[in-house]
């Protein structure tokens, strides 16, 4: 008999439809004990929210969280929302014995983080953070790869995320949609929003950071702000490269920037062992290229693996061999482990604890980009 786990929703942007849809089809492709149920979903603007609840199939709505995290039919509370509010909101739906499916970043900055670690460690509640990359199959086929020692001994890894959508000047900075150029709602750019995610997946593959030397630039100083109207400082970090050193000894590479032309949304990464090398690129995400030198001489090469086999990660759950899924999927496997999870009694990664992780690298970033020196994570 299944059991129900009742979702409260904040939020009903981008994020608040990806996981939305990955609570409705999850229990038609796993076999759950515990099934998602969409209670009730959460924002400021009325009509919005009502608008949003129909077409998703919310059974009910609330235009303010608080009210939402205090509501004895809901399980679990996902936020969906700018990272300002993270804090605030997960530190009372803790309080309030809510589980919590937080959005990355986990917070602004890591005190912020080990406070919310803190919050629901002590409630003694189920806590996840969407770092979705890791459940694209042909990742956390990498991730079986690298696990079984067939790179042997990591050398380097090495990740881009590049996009090119705000080389505008015109682009107003804050509010709606607007808000990841705000620092004061997004904590900073692109380190939190895109490479976050990019050190959140290399953490995972390969283990932690040692210490880091990054650069960050803004290259547009000043952008209208949307709430104020008034031209203002833009503080957040246009573009970020940074090197550092993992605790296996191995070295990292990793660049991101909202300012190359061309490029939407392109997350890549490769990781350099000893016996053989993988890449991964997002615009191509069910397939993981592969090289091993211990192939026969004359036959070696870079092999492009189509991870669509009932034997690759998660694809048993999905079509036929040969016949790929997309981005959206990350989102239904995130919700399948969370359930899935929930019934073994098992936390279900990366945890807000595994999160902080990142958040502690992305602020050890920002501070040797403003220092210029080299600072340990
Ligand atoms: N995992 C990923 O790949 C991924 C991708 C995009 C965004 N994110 C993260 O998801 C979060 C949301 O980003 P998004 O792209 O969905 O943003 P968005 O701008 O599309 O949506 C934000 C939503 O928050 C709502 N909101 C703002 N203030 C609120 C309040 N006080 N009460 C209730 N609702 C409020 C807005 O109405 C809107 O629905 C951010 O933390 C972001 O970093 C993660």
């Known amino acids: 008999m299944a059991k129900s786990l009742n979702i409260g929703m904040i939020g009903y942007g981008f994020m608040g439809r990806a996981h939305s849809n990955g609570y409705r089809r999850v229990s038609n492709f796993f076999d ?9 979903a959460c924002a400021r603007n009325e009509d919005a929210i009502k608008k949003f609840a129909a077409t998703w199939g919310y059974e009910s709505t609330e235009t303010d969280w608080r009210k939402l995290v205090e509501r004895k039919d809901i399980d679990a509370i996902d936020v969906c929302v700018p990272n300002n509010l993270h804090k605030e909101i997960c530190l009372a739906a803790a309080a309030n014995n809510k589980m919590i499916l937080c959005e990355k970043p986990l917070a602004m900055n890591v005190a912020e983080g080990e406070e919310m670690c803190q919050a629901v460690e002590k409630a003694g509640v189920a806590n996840t953070v969407w770092y979705n990359y890791r459940r694209i199959p042909a990742v956390t086929f ?3 790869l690298i696990d079984q020692g067939k790179l042997g001994r990591i050398f380097h890894y090495r990740a881009n995320f590049l996009q090119d959508w705000t080389i505008s000047a015109e682009l107003p900075q804050g509010g709606n949609g ?3 150029l705000d620092a004061a709602a997004a904590g900073s750019g692109v380190t939190g929003d895109l490479l976050a995610h990019c050190i959140d997946t290399a953490i995972w593959l390969i283990g932690g950071v040692q210490n880091v030397s990054a650069m960050t630039e803004t290259f547009i100083k000043e952008r209208t702000h949307t709430e104020t109207g008034k031209v203002q400082k833009v503080t957040i970090d246009d573009a970020c490269s940074f090197l550092c050193r993992f605790n296996n000894g191995a070295l990292g590479l990793f660049e991101s920037t909202r300012y190359a032309r061309g490029h939407k949304a392109l997350y890549t990464l490769e990781v350099n062992g000893e016996h053989a090398s993988l890449k991964w690129d997002l615009h191509d ?3 993981l290229q592969w090289f091993d030198h211990r192939d026969e001489g004359n036959m070696r090469g870079w092999r492009s693996i189509h991870v669509t086999d009932s034997d690759h990660p998660y694809m048993n759950h999905w079509w036929v061999p040969g016949l790929q899924i997309g981005y959206e999927h990350s989102f239904v496997h995130q919700v399948a482990d969370f359930c899935e999870s929930l019934a073994k009694g098992t936390p279900c990664g990366p945890t807000f604890r595994d999160a902080l992780e990142t958040q502690k690298v992305c602020d050890a970033v920002l501070d040797s980009a403003k ?4 600072i340990n994570v």
């Open 32 to 40: 759950l004990e515990y099934q998602p149920v969409l209670k009730a």
């Open 142 to 144: 990498a991730k079986q």
């Open 371 to 374: 220092s210029g020196q080299w």
């Open 285 to 287: 995400l069910h397939r």
């Open 178 to 180: 607007l808000w990841r």
